[in-house]
């Protein structure tokens, strides 16, 4: 059963804590995604990644950091310095990565923080 | 600053009813284009992509596409009240991003 896991589905981070969620496939896509939703908004891109080993930053990258050590896993870190955590964190991926190719969303991770 | 904007909703219409959804972006070079539902504390998932001018059917929905007015829109025929939810129109810009509108939310009444 192909797809996307995202775990845990519901964090909660104290402020001045860094945590990671998790994001794996199986779908053997080359590119995965990091995205977060605000209520009442888009998707904003975090950052990306297009092969193993390498990453880019997205349009909101400050506070965030990833690693993509393997090809079916792309963990987010949320560090201490993003000053509004809370959102709803979705993570994606793609046969390669190119223009005309679908992204695949996992469930989510709603991340609050107290 | 590459925009996409959806028309404000929430967009109301009766069982049955054709509901349509609009959406602009701000750059001529874009290659292709998604609509995405989104349910209610749910993830995304792919309704449909259309990257040539024209028309696309897929059930009871047609994505509709015009390069040169920057436009595309989503029609959902026969709406149903599972086809309440938030549609994102999501563009490629060429650079293997993909970039969202803020969505616009529809409800069907029965």
């Known amino acids: 059963d192909g797809g996307i896991t995202q775990s845990p589905k519901y964090l909660f981070r104290k402020e001045g804590q860094n945590v990671t969620l998790s994001c794996e496939q199986n779908l053997n896509h080359d590119a995965m995604y990091w995205y977060r939703q605000d209520p009442g908004q888009g998707l904003r891109l975090i950052y990306y990644?297009?092969?193993?080993?390498?990453?880019q930053k997205g349009d909101i990258a400050e506070g965030y950091s990833v690693s993509r050590e393997k090809k079916e896993s792309f963990p987010l870190t949320v560090t201490s310095a993003q000053k509004n955590p809370t959102a709803f964190y979705l993570c994606?991926?793609?046969?390669?990565?190119?223009?005309?190719?679908?992204?695949?969303f996992g469930p989510g991770t709603r991340l609050t923080v107290l | 600053q590459k925009e996409v904007e959806q028309n404000s909703g929430p967009l109301s219409v009766p069982e049955g009813a054709i509901a349509s959804l609009n959406c602009t972006y701000s750059?001529?070079?874009?290659?292709?284009f998604f609509w995405y539902r989104q349910y209610s504390g749910k993830s995304p998932e792919l309704i449909m992509f259309i990257y040539s001018n024209g028309d696309k059917e897929d059930g009871r929905f047609t994505a509709q596409l015009n390069k040169a007015s920057q436009y595309v829109s989503l029609l959902i025929r026969d709406s149903q009240p599972s086809d309440s939810a938030t549609y994102l129109c999501?563009?490629?810009?060429?650079?293997?991003?993909?970039?969202f509108g803020a969505g616009t939310t529809v409800t069907v009444r029965a």
């Open positions: 999501a563009v490629n810009w060429g650079d293997y991003k993909l970039s």
């Open positions: 994606a991926s793609s046969i390669r990565g190119g223009a005309m190719d679908e992204q695949f």
């Open positions: 750059d001529r070079g874009s290659q292709s």
């Open positions: 990644s297009q092969i193993v080993n390498d990453f």
